[in-house]
């Protein structure tokens, strides 16, 4: 079975610019999440969607980041403009959730480097 | 609100050392928990899991126990080898919540 599949892997970019990211999930999984992670930290939460609803945007900087899941299936996550404080491993993780209980699987993540 | 806290890296240890990761947890009710690690360059992969106080997962040689009684949950390997090192994150979740990651510990395994 395929795993989380993410693109692009590596995104170099000049501030102001926009930049997206895209991600599609394991076949059948209903969650998919967008975390940030910031060089020897962890990830952190930016959007989770249950099937093609936005369940949890709180934190999402909704000012520059926005995000979509048509369909319910792949995902996009865009930042326009891009800030030099932007530059991250952006990953993408999916899972089922069945019989109380959930196990998330990541994507390898989009690097950033804003210039 | 559910927080995760382990054990601050890095950690390096000698080929086939004993290995302990601690990681503690605050939590309402009675959430999973999970060890993933991420290798350089990689995306986090799950490592093993346990759903339930007892519970012990185990993949790859790695182990750890539920132990509700004093809301851990160590990861433990009894001899590391080089390509065990990576970072490991400790993470937990309540059914219908976000998942919580602690920081994560660095491990370098030397030959």
């Known amino acids: 079975e395929a795993g989380v599949v993410q693109s692009p892997r590596y995104k170099i970019i000049e501030k102001k610019q926009p930049v997206a990211f895209w991600c599609n999930p394991i076949?059948?999984?209903?969650?998919l999440y967008w975390y940030r992670q910031n060089l020897g930290q962890g990830p952190e939460l930016l959007i989770r969607?249950?099937?093609?609803?936005?369940?949890?945007d709180s934190q999402l900087p909704k000012d520059r980041f926005s995000a979509e899941r048509l369909k319910g299936v792949d995902s996009t996550l865009k930042i326009q403009p891009a800030e030099l404080g932007d530059s991250a491993v952006y990953l993408c993780?999916?899972?089922?959730?069945?019989?109380?209980?959930?196990?998330?699987?990541f994507g390898p993540g989009t690097r950033l480097l804003v210039l | 609100g559910n927080s995760v806290t382990q054990m601050e890296g890095p950690v390096t240890l000698s080929e086939e050392a004993f290995l302990t990761i601690n990681c503690t947890y605050t939590?309402?009710?009675?959430?999973?928990l999970f060890w993933y690690v991420q290798y350089p360059g990689e995306g986090l992969q799950l490592l093993l899991k346990?759903?339930?106080?007892?519970d012990k997962g185990s993949n790859k040689g790695f182990e750890a126990t539920y132990r509700k009684e004093t809301t851990s949950f160590h990861l433990e390997k009894g001899s590391v080898q080089v390509s065990d090192s990576a970072v490991y994150f400790c993470?937990?979740?309540?059914?219908?919540?976000?998942?919580?990651f602690g920081p994560g510990t660095r491990l370098s395994v030397l030959p």
């Open positions: 969607y249950e099937n093609e609803e936005a369940v949890d």
């Open positions: 939590a309402t009710g009675y959430p999973s």
């Open positions: 076949s059948g999984h209903n969650t």
């Open positions: 993470a937990l979740n309540n059914y219908g919540q976000n998942f919580v």
């Open positions: 993780a999916s899972s089922l959730r069945q019989g109380g209980g959930e196990t998330q699987y």
């Open positions: 346990a759903t339930k106080a007892d």
